[in-house]
Structures are given as C-alpha cells and as structure tokens.
C-alpha cells in the first residue's frame, strides 16, 4: 500500500477493495465499482494524468524559464517589465477561472474542455519562437490563457465526482503527477540548455507537439463523470466522515481557509518570481544547479503529498495549516540568508504543497458536492491571481529595493500565517 500511495495507477486494487462491502448490495455502488475497475476508467484516469504531467511541464517553460527567454532572446533587461509580463496571462486566469470550475462541472463531456485547454497551451508554444517583441508574447499567452484556465479546476472536479469515497487521495495524486511535471521537465530543460545540445528558444515547439497528443488521448479515452452515483456516495458516507454537504447562503468554501490560501500564495509567488534571477545573478548559483533545485523541491513536493493527504484526512486540516505556516517562516529565513547552500534548502522545503493539501482537506470533506466544481475554481483563480500579483510586485519591489529584499519582506509576511490560522477552523 505504501508503494501504491505514491503510483496512483497502481493503486486501482485498493480503489476496488475499498468499494467492496461498502454500504451493503446497493445498485449505485455496484456500478461505480464496475465503471471504476474496469480497464477503460484505468485508462481514462492515466489520461487525465498525463495531461496534468505535461500541464505542469509547460508551466515550468513559462514561469521559470521564460524570464530566462526574454533577457537573453528578446533583450529585455528591466526586471519589473519581465514580471508584468508573466502576471498579465495569470490575471486573465484569475478572471475566468471561477467561470470554468461552475461550468465543467454540469457538461456531459467535460473531456472536450480538458483537451482544449491543452490545446491552447500547444497552440502557443509553436507560435512562441516566431514573436518577435516580449508584448506579443503576452498577447498570445493572455489569449490562450482563456482557454488553459479550464484544465486545472475542471479536472480536479472531475476527480471529485468520479472518486467520491477517496477525493483527497485522488487529490494528492493529481498534484503528485504536476509535481512529476515539474521534476522532470525542469531538470531536462536545465540539462539541455546548460549543455548546450539545444537553445531555449527550440524548446517550446517541442512542447507544443507533446501537448498536442496529450490533447487527442484526453479527448478520446476519458469518460464522462458519473454523478447519479457520487451523490448517493456522499449522502451515505457524510456521517461517518462528518462531512459539511450545506453551507448557509452562499458560502461555497470557508472564508478562513481562503484567506489563508491567498496570503501564502501570494507571498510565495513574490518570492518565487525573482528566485532563479536572485539566486544566479545575486547569490553566484548556476544555471545547471538552478534546474536541479527546482527538479528537486519538485521531487520532495512529489512524496510529500503522499504522506500529508492521509494526515489531512486523519487529524484535519487546521493542522496542516498550523504546519504550514512554521514551515513558511523557517523557509523564508533560510532564504534571506545570502548563500547557495542555505537558500537552496530553504526552496527544497514543500510548502505549497502543505497549504494545498489542506485546502484540498477544506474542498473535500466541507464543501458540497454540488458546489465542489466552484469552489475549485475559486481556489484555481486565487492561485492565478497570485501569481500575477506577485510577478508584478516581485519585479517591482526588485527594481525599488534589491532582489535581497524579497526574502526578508516574505519572512514579515509569514507572521500572517499564524494569525490566520485559527480562522481555518470553523466554517467560515
């Protein structure tokens, strides 16, 4: 079972045994036993798997190394025109995000979406060598961001509604495999480049081509969600995991929990936005050690979110919230600390996945079946608005105050943390 946490394909056998004896000889669980061991639904989950992989891929290209494509193809040098130009495509996330987890959520065929999005990300990785200016760059990616906003909250829905007795494993594992994205595709592009076997500005079309087939296997193999039998899922199951299936007047997930998300997301992307520029250019790293960082805390994130998700689920998540915010602020002050050894620690330690884990806690097991699509939305947008927020501060607090700066103006933040923290008790 320990090895099968961390493999979410494999772990279709315990998937089967945990339907088996469940709620009697009922009809509905017999048929979501069937649909779910069968070998298309294997097939159709490792789809929408491969899709998160090569998704988080191509937001490696972009965030972490399209700073790197506009100082050295397109000689932009200012440090806070590179961030507005990566927030610009993340506020157009943060706009229509919201709209896609309510509307994916009531389709028939949400597979048609899924592949769309990955479509867009293609579309304008083989239109990327051919801009000839930064500002066209962030046409292209605005306008395709209309369209790769769908991925992220539609699929997690979808995991919802197909996996209703395991979502915050299933969860897990959806993030498991963007960190794998991340992992692999970060050390790759560091090789290659630092190497020399080819220049950046020849990666993106090859990424388009991977996105493409991705596109077509989502679009052919994933099924439809079955709702009638989720629902009968959570009505069965909501005593004895205490689970909140109502909340009064609107409110879709806790305004706690919420707060808390944008304040550590915020402040991480603040951070992360200028990280490679500070550590190559202000702390002496190389690029090649810079790709391996990042490869790195991608692959401590990968483990980390097959131990918290069943400690999120066994003692709650104020307490991986209470977790996350330490955590926060011994990272940061690692990072303040002007040395490769030191900063690289402090960036290996798995925050984001912390937080996100809890708040996948908060969706799960709080928020109603019928508002989950939307609540996902809410929780794709704060995090799509965080990152544009923070491209834009971080280039901006940079350009006014140092790239040191940023890491001690984080530590301050952190004391945020613990005061929002209790707010993630209760219902709002």
Partial sequence: MAFQSYFPILSNRYLCKSFKGYAGNSTDIDQLFRRECDFKGVVGIFCLYLGVFLRASADVLIHAYLPFYFLNHMGETRVWVIGFFLGIPALVRLTVSPFWGRYVARVNHPKIFFAGG?????????????????????????????FT?????????????????????????????????????????????????MELAQIPPIFGMLLAIGALFTGVFLPKPKRSASHFICSSKMKASKRICTYDKGVIIPYGALSYLLTSSLTWE???????????????????????????????????????????????????????????????LLMAYPSVPTASFGYLMPMSSVVRTAINGVVTNQVAETHQGAALGIVDSIEAGSIAWGAILGGMIAHHRGLAFIPKLALFSSVLLHILAPRTKGRW
């Fill in 118 to 146: 990955l479509l867009a990300y293609a579309v304008f990785f083989h239109r990327l060598p051919g801009l000839q200016n930064p500002g066209e760059v962030v046409v292209a990616a605005s306008s395709a961001a209309l």
């Fill in 149 to 197: 906003s769908i991925f992220n909250p539609g699929s997690r829905g979808w995991l919802l509604q197909n996996f209703p007795l395991d979502g915050l494993k299933y969860l897990a594992f959806w993030h498991q495999w963007e960190a794998a994205g991340y992992l692999l595709s970060s050390i790759a592009i560091g090789w290659v480049v630092n190497n020399g076997y």
């Fill in 270 to 332: 603040v951070v992360a936005t200028t990280f490679g520029l500070y550590y190559i250019g202000l702390l002496g790293g190389t690029m090649k050690l810079y790709g391996l960082l990042i490869g790195s805390a991608t692959f401590v994130s990968l483990f980390a979110y097959g131990v918290l998700a069943p400690l999120c689920q066994k003692r709650g998540h104020y307490l991986v919230f209470k977790l996350a915010s330490w955590g926060y602020t011994a990272m940061y």
